[in-house]
């Protein structure tokens, strides 16, 4: 049952409010509508989503030897090659950047290990595999294979994670370092307790300690800065690269299929409000924007994670770089917003 109140003054009306009172056998048309959209646009979805996972899984079906032979080539060259040659370039002070040598030596061999042992037997039986079971993938919808496709990207950037996870611990401990000494020749120190900065007096035997510490922190600063920026810039790829492919998860998934369709056939059957034409009251159809209105802020919440300031601060101080998590992208999560 529906209530419509008016409130006149002066002869205009300058308020309406509209009431729903639900009984025992009847219910709400807004919720009935509601119900209509969810459940075809729901449908369409899936079946599109099937129909095109179909094509594209028997288009990796048949192609699958020369797709499986350019993917290792590829990825051979990008994510093996390329770093071990970027390692070994660092390596042999670049441009004039004369590191510290025996740092330089034990972190271009470590990493140049790392990931040669990734890109032999292990990566090789990984490229396989993964591809394989995507084949399988392409038959249950796009959705699936595009998921498949981020894991697989996740597994085969397994070294360039690990490598970036060492190079960050040792570059954090360094800034930790030089802000404590740092510290200490100002005449201060951090209270733990009391979570702030106190003056404090030191001893000779303490400054000329710290002064050892800060020459030699100094000195090989240059050397872990230069690899971690190395491989903050390979980590910060492969998460454009992870944060693309939930973009196209997040557009398949909830895209306003329905409501589109109807809009460009009948707009009327999309009612958006009610609007007064003198003395009638007339359905006013939904705008575009209100039908991707979910798109608005899921571009939002993409912005402000990866904002260009946010990320190179986070760079800078040495967090760790982490895609936009996955529950922050749902449509659930976003129509709440």
């Known amino acids: 049952?529906?209530?419509l109140r008016l409130r006149k003054e002066g002869g205009r009306i300058e308020s309406f409010s509209i009431r729903y009172t639900r009984s025992a056998q009847t219910c709400p048309p807004v919720f009935v509508f509601i119900l209509f959209?969810?459940?075809f646009n729901t449908v369409w979805l899936i079946v599109n989503d099937v129909t095109i996972g179909y094509a594209f899984g028997n288009f990796l079906c048949e192609n699958h030897e020369v797709l499986a032979t350019i993917l290792r080539e590829v990825v051979d060259n990008i994510l093996i090659s390329w770093p071990q040659r970027a390692l070994l370039w660092l390596d042999s002070?670049?441009?004039?950047?004369k590191l510290n040598t025996e740092l330089s030596r034990f972190y271009s061999g470590t990493f140049v290990d790392l990931v040669d042992v990734w890109g032999?037997?292990?990566y090789n039986r990984a490229v396989a595999f993964i591809f394989?079971?995507?084949?399988?993938?392409?038959m249950g919808g796009m959705t699936m294979s595009i998921a498949l496709f981020y894991d697989m990207f996740a597994v085969f950037t397994l070294h360039i994670y690990v490598c970036y996870a060492i190079a960050l611990v040792a570059y954090e401990r360094a800034l930790w370092g030089l802000g404590s000494l740092w510290r200490l020749f100002r005449g201060k120190r951090f209270n733990v307790l009391r979570n702030r900065t106190d003056s404090w007096e030191y001893d000779n035997d303490q400054l000329l300690f710290g002064t050892i510490l800060f020459t030699l922190l100094a000195f090989l600063f240059p050397t872990v800065l230069a690899y971690y920026a190395l491989f903050a810039l390979l980590r910060l790829s492969t998460i454009f690269v992870q944060a693309s492919l939930e973009i196209q998860l997040a557009f398949m998934n909830?895209?306003?299929l329905?409501?589109?369709?109807?809009?460009?056939?009948d707009p009327w059957r999309l009612p958006g409000g009610l609007y007064f034409d003198f003395i009638k009251v007339r359905s006013q159809p939904l705008t575009f924007s209100r039908i991707f209105f979910q798109y608005t802020h899921l571009w939002t919440k993409l912005a402000s994670h990866y904002s260009p300031l946010r990320l190179f601060k986070s760079l800078l101080l040495g967090n760790f770089l982490v895609p936009i998590p996955r529950y922050e992208i749902r449509y659930d999560k976003i129509g709440r917003q």
């Open 120 to 122: 032999g037997e292990l």
């Open 254 to 256: 909830h895209f306003p």
């Open 93 to 97: 002070w670049p441009a004039g950047l």
């Open 37 to 39: 959209y969810s459940f």
């Open 132 to 138: 394989r079971h995507d084949l399988i993938g392409g």
């Open 1 to 3: 049952m529906v209530a």
């Open 258 to 265: 329905f409501a589109l369709v109807l809009k460009l056939k």
